[in-house]
């Protein structure tokens, strides 16, 4: 019996260390970071963080204007096209590049990675990759952002989002990163890439394209991101017994691209391919298989085999 208690803990331990001895992307440069490296990845936002909320809670009432101008076959197009584009500017660039480092690609497609997910309105890319390696750290434990375990449903879905305590970038937590200079800028002025897109709504349908392409698509953006830190430590099913609440759940990961296979993630982060099965729908891997056959981005992470067979009693 002690042998077999070792046994899984001694494999547990080794999925963490190799899940976490990422590779460095294949566009990193050794640059330094001086010694106000935390100051430079902060901008003029950071510091008024009641107008970053005031604009949060406006783009969410500006959805009620929708009741007003209608919607069109257009609009509804325009509001799909924003979503999922974004959405996988999220999942692949942010979550499973900048966070968790589980493919290469060149220094140019990395700036296009992180432009197109800063458009989500989720903040810059070290604040947002920063942070999700910071929670992989404490996950449902002392010192997690957003565990719904222990401090409730809300704090985890948005609430730690709205604390100003979390306003800043851990730099540390991202050195990697912050060694690109394009990467701090956009950092710092992360509230470009949504405000272009917020004109190209505009230009294109007017004021009915700006809501229903830009705030409908972004408030819909955030709250199925959430999810993924809400109700996918909530509900679904656990195959791996990770020290955590992590839950598979089928619909969050075809509303979010792939990103509701929590479990698995939890289990080894640094896959690029969070459905295990062949059943486990990830379009956000597909895409990113199909950029590797563009050669666009290489060296996508899998899952060792070893690790893949089930340790929980509820797995499947």
Known sequence: MASAVAAKVEERVDADAEALAEPKPEAEVDLPLGGNAAGRAEGWWSRHGNLSQGLYWGIHAACLLTLWVGVSGADL????????????????????????????????????????????????????????????????????????????????????????????????????????????????????????LAVLCFAVGGLSGLLWGFAVSTVLLWHSTYTINSLCHTWGTRRYDTPDTSRNNPWLALLTLGEGWHNNHHHFCASARQGFRWWEVDISYYALRGLAALGLVWDLREPPARLLKATSASGR
């Open 77 to 196: 197009v325009l509001l799909a096209v924003t979503f999922y584009a974004r959405m996988f500017g999220i999942t692949a660039g942010y979550h499973r590049y900048f966070a968790h480092k589980a493919y290469k690609t060149s220094r140019p497609f990395q700036f296009a990675l992180a432009w197109l997910a800063c458009s989500a309105t989720q903040k810059g890319p070290l604040w947002w990759a920063g942070h999700h390696r910071h929670h992989h750290k404490h996950a449902d434990r002392e010192g997690d952002l957003h565990s719904p375990s222990r401090e409730g449903l809300w704090r985890a879905h948005q609430g730690w989002i709205l604390d100003t305590e979390y306003d800043r970038t851990p730099v540390d937590g991202i050195r990697d990163f912050a060694a690109y200079p394009e990467l701090v800028w956009l950092n710092r002025h992360h509230y470009a890439p949504p405000l272009v």
